[in-house]
């Protein structure tokens, strides 16, 4: 009705999770790196989590594009389902032959390791893709967990994502799901975006559309981000319904009174069709208050509870114990106690002072020594490839969180900084007590201002080249200017693939650490390293 009016070829705000309209925030260019290298690498399962709307579908649309043309793929939409049921539904989605009339575990399972050991012998990999899988029962849970028991002796036959909402983390956190969660390969979790991010997703949505003008101004925009909340559904229903009313009005532009009366019909249907409205708005209400309390609560016993060394400034004096619960909390140490002496652990392998989070953020504090943070979630097995030292927050067995840092591997094991302790602790302790959450510091290049993309300019581009020749051992052809060229794209591309990172030419963060570590440059590392 609309697109006339505003010169658009198509509707730009549909909830359609169609890949080309995915906004590759930060975070979702991370979420997609994390299913890549989960899918790329044998056995386990890949987590991919996050609130209802923050684009986890469209997320895992995307992440089929870019699949090998030798992958078959089995959806499993309805996850409420018995165990015969979903042995059946893989199955069928498959296009695996199965005794019409039996009910037997047994039989199902027989056949779809004969339908994998065949697709290994053709080369083809298999991938299972299991959405809303919070709502997966216990015991089809552990029947999925079984089925990557199905292998040769080189590799596994089945590769698992599960796709769901926050709820599924809280599941897979139960002493019963252990197992399982030691099997997960690769993790990310969805937060909802931020104002900045709202801004360029609704400019990004219109732009593939075909808009050739900003249609929605600040105040409008401003709105948009505090109705929201961040959550890319509901921008795109509360937008399309915006652009609906100033067309209805003969405006070219969404004035923030429309987008007003815009949200509140849509927020309204919400309320009284789903329970989802219920929750988003008792978050709402009741977020800022107890956030208010717990930073106040957190800063009174975070200066309360500091040990005396901290408090002079000096590094704790660590103690090395040896127990078959390596990477348990200590029962004396508070979270947020647990968080400071994390950070001044991670501080001191970079051979700089931490002062407590009081006078600023640990991030702030490592960039006036010139780094930067590379913090959100992830996958211990993409993380460890970095080869830096960081810090991880992990759970105990009572759910409490506690911070610890990973200061140098060794074969199967780490060594965790925990509290005022040094451990040794199996890698698959901590994968089962991990949470997703971590922080590592880096050096970045000199003028760095962040993402090199192509057709940037500057001295960075020249040091991103030379890198890539100390990797690569290629020469480097002449240059008129130190710019973002295609050929440079094409060798950024061919080293991403290399580090299993996704191969978008984009150099970020990751792609830059990754780069550092390859070339060995003497700086913090977990192996071979100044961490050791």
């Not at 490839?385 to 074969?411: C, E, H, I, W």
Request: aromatic share 6%; with cysteine; glycine share 8%.
């Amino acid at each position: 009705m609309y697109r006339e009016h505003f010169g658009l070829r198509e509707f730009p705000f549909s909830i359609a999770p169609d890949p080309r309209y995915l906004y590759m925030s930060d975070q979702h260019r991370e979420a997609l790196a994390h299913l890549v290298y989960g899918v790329t690498t044998d056995g386990g399962f890949v987590l991919l989590t996050g609130e209802v709307g923050t684009g986890k579908t469209t997320v895992c649309r995307c992440l089929l594009e870019q699949l090998p043309e030798n992958t078959d793929i089995a959806f499993l939409l309805n996850p409420r389902l018995t165990v015969p049921e979903l042995l059946a539904a893989i199955c069928d989605d498959l296009g695996v032959r199965y005794p019409e009339s039996t009910a037997s575990v047994k039989v199902f399972v027989d056949c779809i390791n004969r339908y994998l050991l065949n697709a290994h012998s053709r080369g083809r990999k298999t991938v299972l893709i299991i959405e809303e899988a919070q709502n997966l029962a216990p015991e089809v849970l552990e029947q999925i967990r079984l089925l990557t028991n199905l292998e040769t002796n080189q590799r596994k036959l089945l590769q698992i994502i599960m796709i769901g909402q926050p709820e599924l983390r809280t599941l897979l956190f139960r002493p019963d799901m252990g197992q399982l969660a030691q099997r997960i390969t690769a993790r990310y979790h969805l937060s909802p975006l931020t104002r900045k991010e709202v801004i360029a997703y609704v400019a990004h949505r219109l732009s593939v559309a075909g808009a050739q003008t900003a249609l929605f101004p600040p105040s409008s925009l401003n709105a948009l981000y505090r109705l929201s909340g961040g959550i890319p559904r509901l921008i795109n229903v509360i937008c399309d319904r915006a652009l609906l009313g100033t067309y209805a009005q003969g405006k070219a532009l969404v004035e923030k009174s429309t987008l007003l009366v815009a949200a509140q019909e849509v927020l309204g249907e919400l309320r009284s069709k789903t329970h989802q409205w219920r929750k988003m708005r008792w978050l709402l209400a009741g977020f800022v208050p107890v956030a208010i309390v717990a930073m106040l609560v957190g800063s009174f016993y975070g200066t309360r509870l500091q040990p005396a060394a901290m408090k002079e400034g000096h590094e704790p004096t660590a103690r090395v114990t040896a127990r078959t619960d390596a990477a348990r909390r200590p029962a004396d140490l508070p979270e947020g106690q647990s968080k400071d002496m994390a950070y001044s652990a991670l501080f001191s392998q970079w051979a700089i002072p931490y002062q407590l989070a009081g006078s600023g953020r640990a991030c702030k504090q490592a960039q006036v020594h010139g780094l930067r943070c590379l913090e959100g979630s992830a996958s211990l097995g993409s993380l460890f490839q970095t080869n830096r030292p960081m810090v991880l927050k992990l759970r105990d067995n009572d759910g409490s969180d506690f911070y610890v840092t990973v200061t140098a591997m060794q074969g199967d094991t780490a060594t965790l900084v925990v509290g005022a302790e040094i451990r040794t602790v199996d890698v698959k302790e901590i994968a089962s007590r991990w949470v997703g959450e971590y922080t590592l510091l880096w050096r970045p290049p000199k003028n760095y201002h962040g993402e090199i993309k192509p057709g940037d300019r500057g001295d960075e581009i020249l040091w991103l080249e030379k890198q890539l020749v100390r990797v690569q051992g290629l020469e480097v052809k002449p240059r008129k200017a130190a710019v973002y060229d295609e050929d440079l794209v094409r060798r950024v591309k061919e080293f991403q693939r290399s580090a299993g990172l996704v191969p978008d030419g984009i150099a970020g963060a990751r792609t830059l650490i990754h780069l550092s570590t390859a070339v060995g440059d003497g700086e913090p590392a977990l192996i071979g390293g100044r961490g050791n």
